[in-house]
């Protein structure tokens, strides 16, 4: 790939400030009598196989600070990371296949001063996942 010459790995991309928001947003639905946070419209029917929801039973909000893992998969800049990092979201691992995007990735989550919060990681899908 050229993401090391500014190739789509090292580009910010529209959908991760949109991901970002709708995360954050389903962080801050207003919580029910029982500590739930209010249901979220979004169909798990439509996931592949396999793939588990943010969304906890009954469709109450799973928030990932509340000890859970966040992996992102081609994170690229990181900037999904930054921004729920920032938000006071931990334990995030944010991946991508090229190591010069993982480099740069890096630079950005200490620029931030978040590497408390963000692991950078190479991680090649082929390859077993990263602990």
């Known amino acids: 790939t050229n993401a090391g010459r500014g190739g789509t790995g090292n580009l910010v991309w529209q959908a991760g400030q949109v991901l970002a928001k709708a995360l954050l947003a389903m962080e801050e639905a207003p919580c029910g009598g029982s500590g739930d946070a209010a249901p979220v419209d979004a169909p798990a029917a439509a996931l592949p196989p396999g793939v588990e929801p943010l969304l906890g039973r009954g469709g109450a909000v ?8 966040v992996l992102e998969l081609g994170a690229g800049t990181g900037e999904l990371a930054i921004l729920l990092a920032r938000a006071g979201w931990r334990n995030i691992v944010a991946t991508d296949g090229d190591m010069a995007v993982v480099k740069n990735m890096k630079y950005n989550v200490n620029v ?10 190479r991680w ?3 390859d077993p996942a990263p602990n």
Do not use: E, F, M, Q
């Open 112 to 121: 931030n001063k978040l590497g408390h919060a963000v692991r950078c990681v």
């Open 62 to 69: 799973a928030h990932p600070g509340g000890g859970g893992t």
């Open 124 to 126: 090649d899908w082929a």
